[in-house]
């Protein structure tokens, strides 16, 4: 079964840093495009990254600089290193397998809550 | 990169049809045949229901329908059902950016 599992969300106090997992099964993070996306509570859907099968990732204006991401083909899982936080990274942080073409897969999602 | 333009809601009654549209440019929506629709229901992940204009992924109902005329896509879903009712949201393939972009939303009420 295709699946993707985010974890690693959690309360956060203003400039500190978290790592979100999102763990692959059913097809190869090496192989495929795979996409963080965020939703602000009561919001929209707002694309945070997208890595292709070379490794390579593209950002978000709004966090180029402040998030890295980083894979483990061993696992067969993305991670998202989020640094500098800021109240408005508040949201749900879901993966999803694709890219600018669409995502035909998406994780449940893990939250991410930005104390000030 | 503004946002992609999506009613913020629309409604219709059990059994008819509503359409949802989704306006872009022609760096985005006008310009590709990339543009994908999710159903999400509160609390819960979206879903891809259309995506490269007009295709359905296996298992998506075929009450639902898209289409694109210029930089305007559109969601169709025909004999609504109240397992319907959800936040509907369209993304699309840009040329001005290596990422994507999506609609705001729109919330359908069935009655």
């Known amino acids: 079964e295709v699946q993707l599992v985010e974890s690693g969300g959690g309360l956060i106090q203003r400039g500190g840093s978290l790592r979100l997992s999102c763990a692959v099964s059913?097809?190869?993070?090496?192989?495929?495009?795979i996409s963080w996306v965020r939703q602000a509570p009561g919001k929209g859907l707002e694309w945070v990254s997208v890595?292709?099968?070379?490794?390579?990732?593209y950002y978000a204006d709004s966090v180029r600089g402040r998030f890295t991401v980083s894979r483990d083909n061993s696992k067969n899982t993305l991670y998202l290193q989020m640094n500098s936080l800021r109240a408005e990274d508040t949201g749900v942080y879901h993966c999803?397998?694709?890219?600018?073409?669409?995502?035909?897969?998406w994780g449940q999602g893990t939250t991410v809550t930005v104390s000030s | 990169q503004s946002a992609l333009t999506q009613p913020a809601s629309v409604s219709g009654s059990l059994g008819q049809s509503i359409t949802i549209s989704c306006t872009g440019t022609?760096?985005?929506?006008?310009?590709?045949?990339?543009v994908s629709w999710y159903q999400q229901h509160p609390g819960r992940a979206p879903k891809l229901m259309i995506y490269?204009?007009?295709n359905r992924p296996s298992g998506v109902s075929n009450r639902f329908s898209g289409s694109k005329s210029g930089n305007t896509a559109s969601l169709t879903i025909s004999g609504l059902q109240a397992e319907d009712e959800a936040d509907y949201y369209c993304?699309?393939?840009?040329?001005?950016?290596?990422?994507?972009?999506f609609g705001g939303g729109t919330e359908l009420t069935v009655l």
């Open positions: 999803g397998r694709g890219g600018a073409y669409g995502l035909d897969v």
């Open positions: 059913g097809f190869s993070v090496r192989n495929n495009y």
């Open positions: 890595t292709d099968s070379d490794g390579t990732t």
């Open positions: 022609s760096s985005d929506v006008g310009g590709h045949n990339y």
């Open positions: 490269d204009v007009t």
């Open positions: 993304s699309s393939y840009t040329s001005s950016s290596t990422l994507g972009i």
